[in-house]
Structures are given as structure tokens and as C-alpha cells.
Nanobody, 130 residues
Framework: QLQLVESGGGLVQPGGSLRLSCAAS???????????IGWFRQAPGKEREEVSC????????MYGDPVKGRFTISRDNAKNTVYLQMNSLKPEDTGVYYC????????????????????WGQGTQVTVSS
């Protein structure tokens, strides 16, 4: 029932920035703050990896080591949207970025298996190249 739509991907030079958005559809009884959100990415021929997560109820914001200090996850619950601000992009950041939602995800969200997430967007392509 919950629909997630990613946007904001594109082609950027190394050192550049992008802001990804994950918009959740408005559903009766839905409150974004009740859901944890994970950002994942997958490069061609490589395994999907977790990039960042945001716990429900304002619990935590966490990042994988490769993006710490460069990426920032944030929420606008009034707009039912989660953002991933990506700065100082590197070629190794290239991949398809997905957002996913899990109701009731609280506390330390990083490390939750992708299979545990209830809802997924279709992904948005990020390419970092000169």
C-alpha cells in the first residue's frame, strides 16, 4: 500500500553534490515518523550495500563508513519525504540508489537486513564520472 519514489539522481563530476529524495505516498493513517528509512545502493556487478538509515521517532541517523562525513540523511515528516544529501562524490559512489521503509524500526538502524524492509522504491541512478 505504501509507495516510495526516489528522485534526484543523475550524472555528476567527482567532488560534486546531489540530493536524493524519497517521497512516500499519503495513505490514510500513515505517518512517516512511524517508519525507519534505509538508503541502499548497488553498483553493476556488485552486491547491494547499505548507505544510511534513519530510525523512526527521531531515534538515530547512521552511515556506512564509505560515506561518513560526506552524506547526510534527513526527514521532512510534514512532506512525507526523506532526503539523502551527497557531497564530495567519488566515482565509487556510482550505483542505483534505493530507499526502503520499515514500520517500527527504532534505535540503531544500521545493519538491518535489506530483506527486513517492508517497502522499496524503484531506485534512481547516480553516476559520478569525469
Amino acid at each position: 500500500q505504501l509507495q516510495l519514489v526516489e528522485s534526484g539522481g543523475g550524472l555528476v563530476q567527482p567532488g560534486g553534490s546531489l540530493r536524493l529524495s524519497c517521497a512516500a505516498s499519503r495513505v490514510s493513517g500513515f505517518t512517516l515518523d512511524y517508519y525507519g528509512i534505509g538508503w541502499f545502493r548497488q553498483a553493476p556487478g556488485k552486491e547491494r550495500e547499505e548507505v544510511s538509515c534513519s530510525s523512526s521517532r527521531g531515534g538515530s541517523a547512521m552511515y556506512g563508513d564509505p560515506v561518513k562525513g560526506r552524506f547526510t540523511i534527513s526527514r521532512d515528516n510534514a512532506k512525507n519525504t526523506v532526503y539523502l544529501q551527497m557531497n564530495s562524490l567519488k566515482p565509487e559512489d556510482t550505483g542505483v540508489y534505493y530507499c526502503a521503509a520499515l514500520r517500527g524500526l527504532v534505535g540503531l538502524c544500521y545493519g538491518v537486513k535489506a530483506e527486513a524492509y517492508d517497502y522499496w522504491g524503484q531506485g534512481t541512478q547516480v553516476t559520478v564520472s569525469s
